[in-house]
């Protein structure tokens, strides 16, 4: 084992700068290591069975421990141990071609940031060497914490547990010639949402069977033992053929341990070399066998049982994360690194073979890494309704040109918990048909559809933002009281949007059922507190919340949000018939200008009503025709696009991919909202107001929403909510005088 001096470096071909250690000659290296198993011009080893094939993955194996060990340890922090325990899957499936490698997993990260150095992708963001991968990790503009888009080669962002096998399954679906891996821990196994998740997909696609869950099953999680180390090899078997999987492939590392490691989980890279690469070639043919089940229509598990941290520095959860002592001039670190070092030749050996897997570097050849051909809309059949006349469904008149949508564009896909009818969008179902095996007309079912309908809203945000991460279209519709439960993984996608390198359809929400529209179900299905989480989120530059007032508006919201990308928009809006107060080019104005008048009424003292949401216009109106019986003047503006109402410098608006710099000047801020007194109205959280409230300088207050009651009628709930004209009437004039 030998330190190279910074003079012997130099002399190195460059992606070898900063590797500290580099090891003696490898045994028989001479015979299976003599030539890449990938041949030039070929993108995958020729048999999984050959010596050499297994030989090289073992190498490619300890590289990426060697990698993600020593780049975590430069900065004393991050999470080698997860990653470690499943190395030789990671390079099976390279080995075998397969580059399309999403992870549930973002402690992963490390060791993704290594497979994309081994194979040049990060050479796209000016990382060539070893060095400079060291000196990115964990820095802006550089190697985050945790996956995102915005690394060359990497799929799907990571964070969250519980996530990622909605992006695998949505590239399946999208790519059905393709093998999506995705690295799942037995820690992130205890999420409810991943069984019953791949369960659903599998029920309404049965022959999309192209993603394959990767189980690490390494006995621990992030900081304790994980809740399925119990399980014997046999029910975690059972429990996945229970789950619906139809080939499980199983290998376990203890079943080649020379070395007696007490417990039911080991560490190869303790074994004697010999079996060490009994054990390597067990994974390589069983990553082959699992993957060729899962591209033959099979849905398929591969598991890989072995201790947590295998190969670097601890074990069990104490190899989780490195902490400030864990530097790389600490001893146990250094002798980590020392014993996964290769030599010069090796290191050769592995790039090569990494750099011809699968065609080329992954930033090359992966999915995302090339926009999806969308065909073109072309003009969407909008319906102007008569302003003031009779009373429309927005959902509905919306619905209607979602089916548009999904008739021209075959990869379109809705997604609902089962509740379009009851949200009034049931035209939906009726022409793109709900998604099941068992043919109902009655009930608009059909195995063929495009409006996928699991109970789970963390199910149905998750492939639909998938899709759109793919670069698909897709519209996830919810009760606003429910949407709660699908938002984590709409905001991984809509902060990774941010900072994606590629232009992506934005990922569409409609939420229906608003608290107003549900009091007699009571304070269940009442909880508009979400819309303080998008409130927050507009902060983020690329978050649009919409707020239609009526039937007219909400086809333009929707038209105008069809043609954006690497976005998040979130269209909110009532099932109920409401009156129309807008026109198309109302809309569009209130789009560009945040709000657009409504009414305006003179009088000796002006009062600003700046309402969020259709509803809630109802009282503003009843206490406008008080107002005005008073001599007092009043202006209502339907504020639509709030995110417009900032300033500039209130967003990181110009941080993000597909920069949207609309915002209005306070010349035109103050036209829409200057008085004598400005009351802001919304039926949910009052921090959707702030744009309004952080720029006005009058006298102003707001009225939302509180909490939910069961009443009896929309009037009674916003009453229990102090939303009436009375109290609206009794502040304004407090104000004006």
């Not at 130099?10 to 000659?25: D, K, M, T, V």
């Not at 564009?409 to 049931?426: H, K, M, P």
């Not at 107001?689 to 009628?713: N, V, Y």
Request: charged fraction near 20%; aromatic fraction near 8%; glycine fraction near 10%.
């Amino acid at each position: 084992m030998t330190a190279i001096s910074p003079k012997a470096t130099s002399a190195l071909p460059n992606f070898w700068e900063g590797i500290q250690y580099f090891g003696e000659a490898l045994p028989e290296f001479e015979i299976y290591g003599a030539t890449p198993a990938i041949e030039l011009g070929k993108v995958a080893i020729a048999n999984p069975k050959d010596a050499g094939a297994v030989y090289q993955t073992l190498l490619a194996a300890d590289a990426l421990r060697y990698l993600t060990l020593q780049i975590t340890g430069s900065k004393a922090s991050g999470h080698p141990g997860g990653f470690a325990s499943q190395a030789e899957a990671y390079a099976a499936l390279v080995m075998l071609g397969y580059k399309n490698i999403i992870t549930e997993v973002g402690h992963h990260a490390p060791g993704f940031y290594s497979a994309m150095f081994l194979d040049r992708s990060l050479e796209e963001m000016g990382i060539y060497t070893v060095q400079q991968l060291r000196d990115r990790f964990r820095e802006k503009h550089g190697l985050l914490g945790h996956l995102s888009g915005y690394i060359p080669g990497i799929l799907a962002p990571a964070g969250p547990l519980g996530q990622g096998q909605h992006f695998a399954m949505a590239a399946a679906l999208l790519h059905k010639d393709k093998l999506f891996p995705f690295t799942l821990g037995d820690g992130g196994l205890g999420e409810p949402y991943i069984m019953s998740s791949m369960a659903h997909f599998h029920t309404a696609y049965p022959g999309v069977t192209n993603f394959l869950p990767v189980l690490v099953w390494n006995g621990y999680s992030q900081e304790h033992h994980s809740m399925v180390s119990i399980k014997t090899n046999e029910e975690m078997m059972a429990y996945w053929h229970g789950n619906g999987f139809e080939e499980v492939v199983l290998v376990d590392a203890k079943d080649f341990d020379d070395k007696n490691q007490p417990g039911n989980y080991v560490d190869s890279t303790a074994f004697s070399f010999e079996q060490r690469l009994a054990f390597t070639k067990a994974v390589l043919m069983g990553v082959d066998e699992a993957a060729r089940s899962a591209l033959s229509g099979k849905l398929t598990v591969f598991i890989i049982k072995q201790l947590k941290g295998a190969g670097v520095h601890a074990r069990g959860a104490k190899s989780h994360n490195l902490y400030p002592k864990d530097t790389l001039d600490a001893p146990h670190i250094v002798n980590a690194l020392k014993e996964r070092a290769l030599p010069h030749e090796a290191w050769q050996l592995v790039r090569t073979n990494c750099e011809r897997a699968g065609g080329g570097s992954a930033a090359k050849t992966v999915v995302t890494e090339f926009e999806l051909p969308l065909p073109e809309l072309g003009e969407l059949p909008l319906e102007e309704y008569h302003v003031g006349g009779e009373p429309k469904v927005a959902t509905t008149a919306m619905g209607r040109l979602v089916a548009k949508v999904g008739q021209i564009d075959r990869n379109f896909l809705v997604t609902n918990a089962d509740g379009n009818e009851a949200s009034g969008i049931a035209n939906i179902n009726q022409a793109l048909k709900i998604i099941h095996p068992t043919s109902d007309e009655l009930y608009n079912q059909e195995p063929g559809g495009q409006v996928y309908e699991p109970l789970s809203e963390d199910a149905c945000a998750g492939l639909a933002v998938g899709l759109a991460l793919m670069g698909a279209r897709s519209l996830w519709c919810s009760y606003e009281s429910f949407a709660i439960n699908g938002l984590p993984i709409w905001q991984t996608v809509t902060q990774a949007m941010a900072e994606l390198r590629r232009p992506t359809p934005s990922t569409i929400t409609l939420f229906t059922a608003g608290a107003l529209e549900q009091g007699r179900n009571g304070w269940t299905h009442q909880r508009p507190e979400i819309e303080a989480y998008f409130a927050a989120m507009m902060r983020n530059g690329n978050v649009f919340p919409l707020f239609p007032p009526d039937a007219n508006s909400i086809q333009i919201c929707y038209d105008w949000a069809l043609t954006t990308k690497n976005k998040g928009i979130v269209i909110t809006a009532s099932k109920s018939p409401l009156p129309i107060r807008t026109n198309f080019n109302m809309t569009r104005q209130g789009l560009r200008d945040g709000g657009v008048v409504l009414q305006e009424v003179p009088g000796d003292k002006k009062v600003v009503f700046a309402v969020i949401g259709d509803m809630t216009l109802m009282p503003v109106f009843e206490a406008a025709a008080f107002l005005e019986t008073e001599g007092i003047g009043v202006k209502i503006v339907s504020v639509i696009n709030p995110r417009r109402l900032y300033r500039p410098d209130d967003t990181a608006w110009d941080t993000c991919a597909e920069p949207d710099d609309g915002f209005i000047d306070d010349e035109k801020f103050a036209e829409l909202f200057d008085g004598d007194a400005l009351i802001g109205v919304t039926g949910g959280a009052a921090a959707m107001l702030e744009p309004i409230m952080l720029r006005s300088t009058c006298k102003r207050d707001t009225f939302a929403w509180r909490r939910g009651e069961t009443t009896a009628s929309a009037g009674e709930l916003m009453a229990f909510n102090g939303l009436t004209a009375e109290a609206m009437t009794k502040r304004a004039i407090e104000l004006v005088h």
